[in-house]
């Protein structure tokens, strides 16, 4: 039998080492995800402790009443093979047990264990990365308009940057594309002072997409992470993918839900090439709402 593990929530100043644990798990960590789910739900996160010791950690986020993500699942190496991670998993399983419907994304060595606790798989997605030196590939024509069938010669949305962006026009946005409304977390995620966040706005004022691009920890040196980056169509999240590119030298990364068949031919075009694929699953009901106009996930680590 394995010592029994004493799991905590996860507090600021365990936030540190749980980051150190995820960037050399190469995970890539964005600066300020932690705590922003920390604030999403402050009982979905742990540390499993062995006396002092602290040994593991894994996340079970409660969006809200109708669904929740596990993630963040490690056990440092030396103390692998001893049954921890299996007292954190089902410590954040019982967290989650009444929600209709649970996510997480899978490596393809676990998805049959996964698959195991009632799992079942929905689609991939692929971490992409692209080195650039701070701007967007010059052989991209501009987009002028809306939508791909509306013809004019000026443009008839702008992208707007930080404190000038209407928080309620991408809060209207963004329910009608996620598997649940998400405002709490959206709010932080909008006013982290970690990154930078685009919107793309009509003359109405109606939003047609958002992003975000924020520093990343790789595991060996730094880059930026964009997700989530959220479009009505490709024009549009090519105009937001241009905008958070420029001054952002080195290596980007964004996780492309392959549920979108649009995402993978814009990112290619843009310079991206894939590094990696995980499978997205779910357990209990599917979320009906589309990934069609989702071309970068928040964060795949936490959901």
């Known amino acids: 039998m394995p010592t029994p593990l004493t799991i905590r929530p996860l507090t600021a100043h365990d936030i540190p080492t749980v980051m150190a644990w995820a960037r ?3 995970f890539t960590p964005g600066v300020g995800d932690v705590a922003i789910y920390r604030q999403t739900d402050r009982q979905g996160l742990w540390v499993g402790w062995l006396d002092q010791e602290p040994v593991g950690c894994i996340a079970g ?11 963040l699942f490690l056990v440092v190496p030396d103390h692998r093979g001893k049954g921890y991670g299996l007292q954190l998993w089902r410590h954040a399983l019982q967290h989650l047990a009444d929600l209709p419907c649970v996510g997480l994304e899978a490596a393809p060595d676990r998805v049959e264990e996964y698959a195991g606790w009632g799992f079942a798989a ?5 971490r992409w990365q692209r080195l650039g030196d701070g701007t967007a590939p010059p052989s991209l024509a501009p987009v002028r ?8 010669s000026q443009p008839t949305w702008c992208v707007l940057a930080g404190e000038a ?8 946005f963004d329910a ?35 992003g975000r691009i924020r520093p990343c920890l790789l595991k060996r040196g730094e880059g930026w ?23 952002h030298a080195g290596a980007v990364l964004i996780d492309g839900p392959g549920a979108n068949p649009q995402a993978a031919p814009l990112l290619e075009e843009l310079g991206f ?31």
């Open 24 to 26: 050399q798990e190469g």
């Open 61 to 71: 986020v409660r969006y809200n009443a109708a669904y929740g993500f596990v993630g």
């Open 165 to 172: 962006i209407p928080e309620a026009a991408v809060q209207r």
């Open 225 to 247: 992470r964009i997700g989530p980056l959220v479009a009505d169509h490709p024009g549009a999240a090519r105009a937001l993918m241009e905008s958070l590119l420029q001054r």
């Open 145 to 152: 308009s809306a939508s791909p069938t509306e013809a004019s």
């Open 122 to 126: 929905a689609s991939p997605t692929t």
């Open 176 to 210: 009608l594309r996620e598997p649940s409304p998400r405002p709490h977390f959206l709010h932080q995620w909008l006013h982290h002072s970690a990154g930078t966040v685009h919107a793309l706005l009509d003359r109405e004022g109606t939003c047609h997409g958002f």
């Open 273 to 303: 090439v894939p590094l990696s694929q995980t499978l997205r699953m779910y357990r209990g009901s599917t979320p009906v709402v589309s990934l069609a106009d989702v071309y970068g996930l928040a964060c795949l680590e936490l959901g």
